[in-house]
């Protein structure tokens, strides 16, 4: 979906993951949430270069997030967006 208002505020206040995504379809970020709604609206501010979105409902979102992230390292050697600045907030 076009990652705008209007579509944000049709996602349900619901547990789950959504992802990011830029004008070529590459993931910026993969998040779980227990308001994705609530999330999905303050990644709009956070967030000016994402241009279109996905989400699933899912009452693991920590766990479905972890899979998520883990499928995309595998296949991509890298975190979302392109580097692993959430992997040096670890450490």
Do not use: C
Not at 60 to 78: A, F
């Amino acid at each position: 979906m076009t990652f705008n208002e209007e579509n944000t505020n049709e996602v349900l206040e619901e547990e789950g993951v959504f992802q990011l995504y830029d004008e070529e379809h590459n993931v910026l970020s993969i998040k779980g949430t227990a308001n994705m709604r609530k999330s999905l609206l303050e990644a709009l501010e956070e967030s000016p270069s994402a241009v279109w979105f996905d989400f699933e409902e899912d009452k693991m979102y920590s766990k479905r997030e972890s899979e998520m992230i883990q499928q995309y390292l595998q296949k991509h050697g890298e975190m979302p967006g392109g580097g692993d600045d959430d992997l040096e907030d670890l450490f």
